[in-house]
């Protein structure tokens, strides 16, 4: 399973004679989706930070538009939207007659108070940063200006956003539900995140909000009147279940779908009305190096070490298979991956050592390399937690001793090594990245934000990056990645582990699913409750 | 006895809570790592709203004007908001978990005693007879096996293997919530978070009873022609079991933090979750509720302790 790893790899897919074409979909009945942890109870599109809670808003919200399984963006609330021709601006027209489940008419009233509400001086939330770029979201922010030109209400079913250079990511940020401006605006915004409401929401999405017991379920009932027509199902629940008991719950039928550890699949897989689905995902896993330590300026030492280690081994055996090898920052899964020009740095401890000798680093007494008084010596940070990290940081220490260099393990707690990072006290770290769906890396890699952990700076890489996010046409911006992709490939900020893959478990009765799921797995990131239904 | 607890309480109790919480807070705070560490899985999070946010929670100040800040609410029956994204009152998110974990240690508690007490009499009763033997060697291992160890045993083998008991959790959405299904997820959980419990009350009694009846006061008995079963049961064992009824008080506190474990295990809705979550995201106010309220749980522990002494054994009175 290297690179050659087929984008979607169904494990088992054990197939009904009858096609899903010619089967009708039936009404009614109750699909459990298992969680293994519990919602935190703030069900509000804005405010929430936790991916569980946003299983149950993106049910019970509806955004402007929702990305799909190709990571495409499709229209919602808004059925259309226009670019204007010179980049700045977009135009979404909404649908009409929308209700929220109060009954209440959603407006382009209401999304202007979702918007403006997240570029508000006292907004809590963590979202300001995807939409700081439209005109005049900066003054309003620091509290210098009442309104915001960037955002205009044309009329009640047209609203238009705009930015003062082209700014291709935003338009995919525009997922986030549209909140009842009728039940909120009259609320300070500094206090939104006490209210009552995001215990008990209100949206326009399929599904009506139900009840929250913590640690236990949240259930939500089909939304009879929702504007793409009532779902399936009657009732969705999210049902709490224990990491270790996953397999029995499959086995139980107490849940339908689930998503897997890698040490789940042998048990699973014995279960015949259950299959597997194994998917590429947005992230990866990467080993980052303090580029402000002499000992990795030179990037033919950072290069030395990832030939010196043996990824094929993590990959193949540590991970069982379940991740694919990663040499640049954006994930097969993504549009913008490009290959061309991607040094594999297949695992060669002779070249390894060759590089190393060749940079001027010869073997001291104890047979660790040095050059000029320098040893080549330091600290992996460990995040602890995980039993493949841990693995992996061994098979790094070992293979690393192999061709000179000595690697000390620092295995800490998650928060702490999180401090030690903050503060650039490490000398390598690992850790990973859970990507968004536009491939923008700048947050990540530019050489002025606060996440760019290794002190990367390379002016052709800003420059692209910051190209990048202008170009507005796909194809185009596909290539300057390509290029940025290369860049970072050589320079090695990171020595990358692997992309990751998603497991999921579903149960057989559930019809109407992505069966070769893309990145977003066999319910399309959830849109498909609205529409699959239940055999039997 | 009235001045008694009124001392115990004021003098004691409250001054050793105070410097408990003073203590706890520090350790908090001191620890590495920041209630804003998990923001950063958000990538495209700006570092001022990180600043904004920990201004927003308080934590950018010093820790005792922090701590001040935190026992001026408490003082006012507030514990605090917590510090996740919910912002919820840390009152509430105690409150819809106590019952859950009050329903699991008190299910151990009356396990654990309902099987030690007489395990531990039959195995006096019987001493050095196999019986015994095998009484001892199973309260040796109850007591030194690991409860995570003994749950997971008890999981796999009746849930998966015999497939009678259901694998942790609790009531599915749309479950009856009947009397008999309480009992079924309660089962596995109460009995490994009980075992300690069976295995150390067994062993006291054993040696509680044992030594009772070695006394004048039983040989006596037996020499005016009682009974065998009437010396144990009405002479020997009232006395034996004085030390016993004062053990509940001290074994409070093991089974609620036993039960912090226990409950992660079996997926069971109550604190355990949430404390083990509040530590990993560093959720001072969260933490700070759940031990001052283990604190109080302990202390009250205690007192009862004290006076059950007095309760059961007439010799013994606080002035």
Redesign the interface.
Known sequence: MRKSMVLVLVLVLAFSFTAAGQQTPVQGG?F?YGITV?P???FNPI????VY?GYIIDQVFDGLIYIDSHLEPQPKLAKSWEISDDGLSITFYLHKGVKFHDGVELTAKDVEYTYLTILHPEY???R???F?VLVGAEDYKGGNALEVPGIEVIDDYTIKFSTAQPYAPLLVSFTYGILPSHLLAQTPVGEL??LAF??NPIGTGPFKFV?F?????V?LEANEEYFLGRPNID?L?F????E??I???LQ?K?VDFIGLSPEHVPQVSDIDFVDIYVYEALSYNYMAFNLRLDKFKDAAVRQAIAYGFDRETYVDVIREGFGIIANAPMPQASWAYSDEGINSYSYNPELAKKMLAEAGWTPGKDGVLTKDGMRLQFELLVPDGSRLTEQMALLFQQNMEDIGIEVDLMFM????A???VDAREFDMFTMG????VDPDPY??WHSS???NDPGFYNDRSDELIELGRKETDQEKRKEIYAEWQQIINYELPYLFLNYGVTISAMNERVKGIDTEPGPLGPLAGGELLRSLWLAE | MWKYLLRRIFLQGIPVLLGFTVLLYFVITI????PV???????????E?IAQ?EA?LGINESFPVQYFNWLRRVLQGDLG??F?????PVID?IK??MP?TILLSVSSIILGWGIGIPVGILSARYQYSFLDYIITFFAFVGISVPSFFFG?LL?YLF??KL?VLP????????EARTFMGYVRYLTLPALTLGLGTIASIARYMRSSLLEVISQDYLRTARAKGLKERVVIYKHALRNALIPILTLVGFMIPSIFSGAVIVE???????LG??AIQAV???NYPVMMGINLMFAVLIFVGSIIADLSYALVDPRIRYE
């Not at chain 1, 049902?239 to 224990?242: E, M, P």
């Not at chain 2, 992660?264 to 109550?270: E, K, L, M, S």
């Open positions: 109750t459990r519990n935190r109870g703030m405010l929430n930070t936790e809670d809590t939330g963590v300001y940063g995807d700081k995140e006490t995001n215990l009840e017991l913590t640690d236990q379920h259930i009732t629940v049902q709490k279940v224990a270790d008991a397999p029995i719950y139980q107490r707690e998650f928060s702490a999180v401090d030690r990245w859970s990507l968004s947050a990540i934000v606060p996440w | 620890a590495p790592g920041s560490s998990h923001l950063r899985g958000v990538p495209n999070i700006d570092g709203v946010r927003q908001r917590s996740d994204s919910s912002r919820r998110l819809e978990r859950a997971l999981l849930a998966l497939n694998a942790g959790g609790f009531f599915l959405a749309g992660n295990i079996f997926a069971w809705p109550g979750s949430l990993n995201e560093r």
